[in-house]
């Protein structure tokens, strides 16, 4: 089985698996007490903190240690919108965020906090002018990802750090896909991250708080990790963390290259060998390992399905395989092809010839999920769309130009919406529109997606008895 989804998980570290074991036995006792035993687990509590903060590169007082990565960022958010609510209540966030961040927003809002949702360009990217030009009197905190966890884009946190701090704002950064691949550039107030995005043990988050930013830590109070973690410490959890951070760096600028060198392949020849792709995310400024694409005209959870019968473990960020029936926030916020997505994400350490065998396997399932579903078999002419899907319509001459053609694909989830809208754009004549209606959520996005993929113009959303109607003008 070829393991493909280290963004949701890595597998956990070989020095991290030691490190675990050996501190089970010396690292059980409270580290809070004078005795021997006490003594040896606060050496090594210690010993993980000054190693993280070192990886982190900021003081070790600064670091403390959470029962997980999404507790570091609800404590993170919290706990510097509390230390500066007399400046006010205002909270920016990037559209792409993670869901731990947005959710945090949410509840923020939800209490009379005020939010800014900065939007992101088609590779993922918000835009420095426009998250600085978010920035008011009354921000409290801005918060920007180090990479995105589905598309693999490095935000520019340098840039946005920089007019945060001209305007006396900490940011937080969330460096949970990036910081084992090193250290957080930029001028930033607040860092968290999570240990098995890197190999190590999950249930272990960092927080780092820099000296001198306002910080009140939310809840009852607790003497333990400067009373920004409450509980008992998992002190062998932490060192296996720490010491798989410090493994995974001192192999990272060897393994990055050679992880891009795959995923480069991937992206390249995905397209090539699988008609109808939108590869997704920035093509150079991103992380080593994830690489993510779109295919149309197939359903999500079948891919993803078919694709681990074949011996592949990858994720998804369509609609298709999401109990929501919503696409992903991310490839929203975007504006890019969701159906039929797929998330490969490459663990440090695999092989290339799983990556061969990987882009022989997937032409196969793609197909074979398309012809399941009657969808159009080459991505040729718009006429010949229609006919690959073995559709009926009427000759494009029979339509007058300009009048509608209508498909109702009402109650039918993703891609059936945007496989109806091919067939049938080919009954329409040049100029001819076709309003598609759905009550699905992704056809909001995938219909768009599809006119930017099909070079058809993508007129724009009409309200409807159920759902909406879509409406495309056909151009050539």
Known sequence: MSYFDAASAAPL???????????????????????????????????????????????????????????????????????????????????????????????????????????????????????????????????????????????????????????????????????????????????????????????????????????????????????????????????????????????????????????????TRVPVLVPDVEVTGDPERRLPGIVTFSCLYVDGETVLHELDGAGFSVSSGSSCTSSTLTPSHVLRAMGVLSEGNVRVSLPPGTPTEDVERFLTVLPGVVAGVREKLGAPVTAGAVRGAEQDAGGSGAPAGDTPAGDALVVDALGRRCPVPVIELARVIGDVPVGGTVRVLADDEAARLDIPAWCEMRGQEYVGEEPADRGSAYVVRRTS
Not at 169 to 191: H, K, T
Request: proline residues 5%.
């Open 13 to 267: 570290h070989p020095v991290g698996r030691q490190a675990l074991l050996a501190a089970l036995d010396e690292g059980w006792a409270d580290p809070a007490r004078l005795y021997r035993e006490g003594r040896r687990a606060r050496l090594l509590l210690d010993a993980a903190r000054e190693a993280a903060a070192e990886a982190v590169e900021c003081r070790p007082d600064e670091l403390v240690f959470t029962p997980s990565g999404t507790r570091a960022v609800h404590a993170g958010i919290e706990g510097a919108l509390a230390g500066r609510r007399r400046v006010g209540r205002h909270l920016i966030v990037s559209a792409v965020e993670h869901s731990s961040v947005l959710h945090t927003a949410e509840v923020h809002e939800a209490l009379g906090g005020s939010v800014t949702e900065v939007g992101v360009d088609r590779t993922g990217a918000v835009a420095p002018d426009a998250f600085a030009g978010a920035l008011r009197p009354d921000t409290a905190l801005a918060c920007l990802q180090s990479a995105n966890h589905e598309v693999g884009t490095v935000q520019p946190v340098a840039e946005v750090a920089e007019a945060c701090r001209a305007a006396g704002v900490p940011l937080l950064v969330d460096a949970a896909q990036s910081l084992g691949w090193g250290p957080v550039a930029g001028d930033w107030s607040l860092l968290t991250a999570s240990a098995h995005k890197w190999g190590g043990p999950s249930g272990v988050g960092l927080l780092v708080v820099r000296k001198g930013v306002r910080f009140a830590p939310r809840g009852p109070l607790d003497e333990r990790e400067s009373g920004r973690a409450a509980g008992f410490e998992n002190i062998p959890a932490v060192v296996a963390a720490a010491a798989s951070l410090r493994a995974v760096r001192a192999e990272a600028a060897e393994e990055a290259a050679r992880l891009q060198d795959l995923t480069e392949r991937i992206r």
